[in-house]
């Protein structure tokens, strides 16, 4: 039997301000390049007569995310100048990690990962030589859970968004026959 990998490019991460989920779906946020989420324990060791003896307590859990500035497209500046203000505001954010790998029109359900916590950390760095990116930290509030959902139809069209829409071969021309 072959073995398929996950792709790293099928699992995605959405977000909404705590307080708006009454309101406001998730938003994708467009042109992740990487995130890490990263989970820690605490080890104490105490040495006792017959060798050591370790406990654990909760340690810190945290994801670190990437993602590259684009300009042409108003809803994905609009994603990420809310998650900046997010960081600036100090408000509770909620993320999902989704796996994306099976959705369909004609299958929008998803077990994500699900997280509340903060944004520490904002940064947009502009090289001389490359793309404006844009990295955040954000410190999960205790461990996350993992649940069942069903993205939206909008949530969907964000998930198949290309880069670009297909324009004619004619100058200013249509795109049917």
């Known amino acids: 039997m072959a073995v398929k990998v996950l792709s790293g490019r099928n699992v995605i991460l959405f977000f909404r301000a705590l307080e708006k989920k009454a309101t406001q779906d998730a938003s994708k946020l467009r042109f992740q390049t990487e995130h890490a989420?990263?989970?820690?324990?605490?080890?104490?060791?105490?040495?006792?007569?017959?060798?050591?003896?370790?406990?654990?307590?909760?340690?810190?859990?945290?994801?670190?995310?990437?993602?590259?500035?684009?300009?042409?497209?108003?809803?994905?500046?609009?994603?990420?100048?809310?998650?900046?203000?997010?960081?600036?505001?100090?408000?509770?954010?909620?993320?999902?990690?989704?796996?994306?790998?099976?959705?369909?029109?004609?299958?929008?359900?998803?077990?994500?990962?699900?997280?509340?916590?903060v944004f520490t950390s904002f940064e947009i760095t502009s090289p001389a030589e490359g793309e404006v990116e844009?990295?955040?930290?954000?410190?999960?509030?205790?461990?996350?859970?993992?649940?069942?959902?069903t993205l939206s139809p909008e949530q969907l069209a964000a998930v198949e968004a290309s880069i670009y829409e297909y324009e004619s071969m004619k100058a200013g021309g249509t795109t049917g026959i």
């Open 134 to 149: 844009l990295n955040y930290s954000y410190a999960i509030n205790g461990d996350g859970v993992r649940g069942t959902d």
């Open 37 to 117: 989420i990263s989970k820690e324990k605490e080890v104490e060791s105490t040495v006792t007569k017959d060798g050591i003896y370790n406990t654990i307590s909760p340690g810190s859990n945290t994801a670190d995310i990437s993602s590259l500035a684009y300009e042409d497209d108003s809803a994905t500046i609009e994603v990420w100048r809310e998650l900046e203000q997010m960081f600036d505001e100090e408000q509770t954010v909620e993320m999902w990690q989704v796996d994306i790998t099976n959705v369909n029109a004609e299958n929008l359900n998803v077990d994500p990962d699900y997280f509340q916590g």
